[in-house]
């Protein structure tokens, strides 16, 4: 399944659609103050619908001087790849995507618990050279102020960097995120979290390009089958489905078991099983904490 909005570029971004609860009518125009503020921003986008929200809001703000920079790698999805240009296209805001080669450093590719740390510094040493060429923007990201509780060593690097989040900063979460989106029209509003590839290998596990991609056809093919919200955790050779709780008899029954496991051995996993738990974000991260 592939998303495509419609939408005539170089549109200014939609009005307001909806109303929204005072609450949530008071951090938009927070975050419209912030951003205006700061005058220049470049925008680590991902295309998820927290950096869109920062980034449409940079481009109504700011106009030209708003830019939203992708980090391209093995690791991002092409689907999602794909989403975050036609994001950006929606928005009418300057898209820039850069190569980056985490995979190249030790830290990233031996997938230590502070993995993404080595990521998000290596992603913000592009973005810093980006912002500077434009003489002067100032980086901001999509963190939102959930993320603050959950363990992402990234978010440390993106300090270091000089990196502001907005939304963290104005204690906006993703219920607030989501219902902001939805009323100025984002056809993504509630477009399911998509954690990086990497995220699907238990922390010490070795991480490359081949594996990332066997990840990427298998997780592409359930949702070609409908299964929209999917993760395939990977360890060794061995691949484990999670679906939502509620599809795990229907992704057996709609496919069939002997169609799952051939297609799976076909990408080159060499066996295959479902959790009966369903899907869990971060769950992977249970062992860390028990550690």
């Known amino acids: ?78 689907q999602l790849l794909l989403e975050a240009r036609q994001q950006a296209a929606w928005l009418s805001i300057r898209h820039q995507e850069c190569q980056t080669q985490e995979l190249k450093n030790p830290q990233y590719s031996n997938n230590p618990e502070n993995r993404c740390f080595a990521c998000k510094a290596e992603l913000h040493h592009h973005l810093k050279a980006i912002a500077k060429k434009a003489k002067g923007f100032q980086v901001i990201d999509g963190v939102n102020h959930d993320d603050l509780r959950d363990h992402r060593p990234g978010i440390q690097a993106a300090r270091e960097a000089g990196v502001l989040s907005p939304l963290a900063d104005l204690k906006i979460n993703k219920v607030s995120v989501r219902q902001i989106s939805q009323s100025l029209g984002f056809p993504w509003w509630d477009k399911a979290a998509q954690p990086c590839l990497a995220s699907r290998f ?90």
Not at 3 to 32: K, M, W
Not at 39 to 65: H, R, T
Not at 258 to 275: C, P, R, Y
Request: aromatic content about 4%.
């Open 1 to 78: 399944m592939r998303i495509v909005f419609t939408r005539n570029i170089g549109e200014a971004v939609s009005p307001q659609l909806e109303a929204l609860p005072s609450q949530q009518e008071h951090e938009l125009e927070l975050l419209r103050r912030y951003i205006k503020d700061l005058k220049k921003v470049c925008v680590a986008y991902s295309g998820g619908v927290d950096s869109a929200l920062v980034a449409a809001i940079a481009k109504e703000q700011l106009g030209d001087q708003a830019l939203a920079v992708t980090g391209v790698s093995p690791a991002l999805s092409n």
């Open 202 to 291: 238990p922390y010490g596990e070795i991480i490359n390009e081949e594996r990332l991609l066997l990840v990427e056809k298998a997780e592409a093919w359930l949702r070609d089958q409908g299964f929209n919200e999917v993760r395939v955790r990977s360890q060794g050779g061995a691949a484990k489905i999670e679906v939502e709780e509620g599809r795990i008899e229907e992704l057996i029954i709609s496919i069939g078991r002997k169609k799952i496991v051939d297609q799976f051995l076909s990408i080159g996993f060499n066996s295959v099983s479902i959790d009966i738990e369903g899907l869990v974000s971060g769950k992977l991260n249970r062992g860390r904490e028990n550690s």
